[in-house]
């Protein structure tokens, strides 16, 4: 059974950062594709950022040049470092793993087949 959790999130001002953690188990994580996606209410997921097995990256656009991902093999988590937040960042963000032929390092929401629950993230 696959299981991914997310931890970190809360309540930042404008400009403020956050870390939030993708913590894998039961999941081949040297060998999946693993990304971020956000929801904001009332809007469409979107994804953030992914990194495929080969350490290859992709940001969103709203994630360039303010987000970081940071892989810890050891841990088997994937940490989105964010920074200069915004009130529009807030939404409620997950994780997802799935098959690298799958899902490449895109942001393809449909090529992921493993989801955690979601960590909710407020900006204001």
């Known amino acids: 059974h696959v299981q991914l959790v997310e931890s970190g999130g809360g309540s930042v001002q404008p400009g403020g950062s956050l870390t939030l953690s993708c913590a894998t188990s039961?999941?081949?994580?040297?060998?999946?594709?693993i990304a971020w996606f956000r929801q904001a209410p009332g809007k469409e997921r979107e994804g953030v950022a992914a990194?495929?097995?080969?350490?290859?990256?992709l940001y969103g656009a709203s994630a360039k040049g303010r987000f970081t991902l940071v892989k810890d093999d050891a841990k088997k988590t994937l940490e989105l470092q964010m920074d200069n937040l915004k009130p529009e960042d807030t939404a409620v963000y997950y994780c997802?793993?799935?098959?690298?032929?799958?899902?490449?390092?895109?942001?393809?929401?449909?090529?992921?087949?493993?989801w955690g629950q979601g960590t909710q993230v407020t900006v204001s």
């Open positions: 997802a793993a799935g098959t690298p032929k799958a899902c490449g390092n895109s942001t393809q929401e449909e090529n992921y087949n493993a």
């Open positions: 039961n999941y081949k994580y040297n060998t999946a594709s």
């Open positions: 990194i495929d097995d080969y350490d290859g990256r």
